[in-house]
């Protein structure tokens, strides 16, 4: 093929992406709108453990099964949790979170992701979605085998700037049979009831390299408006309800000045819960095997709790809006916040200016 054969094949090729990007900027609209925050899977180390630690704690009844992965239904779905096996080698994340877009189609949203420098791949170096590498997208077709339909359901992902992974689905997906994945007929309820239920997923906040640059690229893809403030670090609304996503900075979070640098990663996912107490919620976990961290220092353990108050100067109420936290057997941390809470001020943290 000549080099200018091959020029203009690609040329042709991107026309699709080209006319999406001109439409999007003609019409003043985000080129994927977003409905709400659907899942959040957790690569851990004993699938077996897990299951029974978030069905313990929370009574979550299984949804649907994709193969070795149970999804965990949070609330009355179709929102879950779904835990899959670390593999050898490799450390315990959330290696991943999915929000659901409008319209879903696999070529649409593949054209919308290529107007923004996203290239599609075929063959990544693992499954789920993991391995894909910043600005760079593929579909993976989940079989019957894996829970899907018959002729494969499509599941995306792509990888934001740092690399981290997102996943992109209908608004119905749950995570089973279906071409839309959104087949999730044969619940399996949780031996017990739990002791805490929570409703829905609240937030997930993101450690990058480049908060500004983070949250410019999530707003231009999908049009997110800033719903509140903590600091300096805006709060994206994602769909018609309080939930929200966020981008610090990789020097943030749990360990101290004295922990060592970390990579971007998903930093913690947030589950929100009605009628949230701080001192209930505390005494729940302890009774469950999660011990409070108190004076403690350095970087947090598994099993572990703690509750921190956030104050006026990065958004919170006058006496502080408490936010708590606690480690899974992994020590993946997990927030639980009351359902109205929005990132905002008040004691809740449910003042969003609108």
Request: aromatic fraction near 8%.
């Amino acid at each position: 093929m000549s080099p200018a054969t091959f020029d203009r094949r690609h040329f042709l090729l991107s026309l699709p992406a080209l006319v999406i990007a001109k439409r999007v900027v003609g019409q003043g609209r985000p080129p994927l709108r977003v409905r709400a925050l659907n899942h959040l899977t957790l690569s851990v180390s004993d699938v077996k453990r897990s299951l029974d630690f978030y069905q313990g704690l929370f009574g979550m009844p299984i949804q649907a099964r994709q193969a070795a992965t149970p999804i965990l239904r949070i609330g009355t779905g179709p929102q879950f949790l779904a835990l899959s096996a670390a593999g050898p080698g490799v450390a315990p994340s959330i290696n991943h979170f999915c929000v659901t877009v409008e319209d879903f189609g696999v070529d649409a949203v593949m054209q919308a992701l290529a107007a923004r420098g996203i290239t599609r791949v075929e063959q990544v170096t693992s499954g789920g979605g993991l391995g894909l590498g910043p600005m760079r997208a593929r579909v993976r077709m989940r079989g019957a085998e894996a829970g899907g339909a018959k002729e494969g359901t499509p599941e995306l992902y792509f990888g934001d700037p740092d690399g981290v992974v997102v996943q992109l689905q209908d608004p119905t997906y749950c995570g089973g049979a279906g071409v839309l994945g959104n087949v999730c007929s044969s619940l399996e309820p949780a031996p017990r009831k739990g002791l805490l239920a929570v409703r829905d997923i609240s937030h997930f906040t993101v450690f990058v390299s480049d908060s500004n640059r983070s949250t410019a690229f999530y707003r231009d893809l999908f049009g997110l408006e800033i719903q509140a403030h903590q600091g300096p670090l805006p709060m994206l609304g994602v769909g018609p309800g309080v939930g929200f996503v966020t981008f610090a900075g990789v020097g943030a979070g749990r360990g101290g000045a004295n922990a060592p640098p970390r990579s971007a990663r998903i930093d913690h996912a947030c589950f929100s819960m009605e009628g949230f107490s701080p001192d209930r919620v505390l005494k729940a976990l302890g009774e469950y095997g999660i011990k409070p961290r108190g004076s403690a220092q350095g970087p947090v353990g598994p099993l572990t709790s703690y509750v921190t108050m956030r104050m006026p100067d990065r958004g919170g109420a006058s006496g502080g809006t408490p936010e708590l936290y606690f480690t899974d057997p992994d020590g993946l941390l997990i927030q639980l916040q009351d359902v109205s809470y929005c990132g905002g001020g008040g004691y809740l943290g449910n003042e969003c200016p609108t």
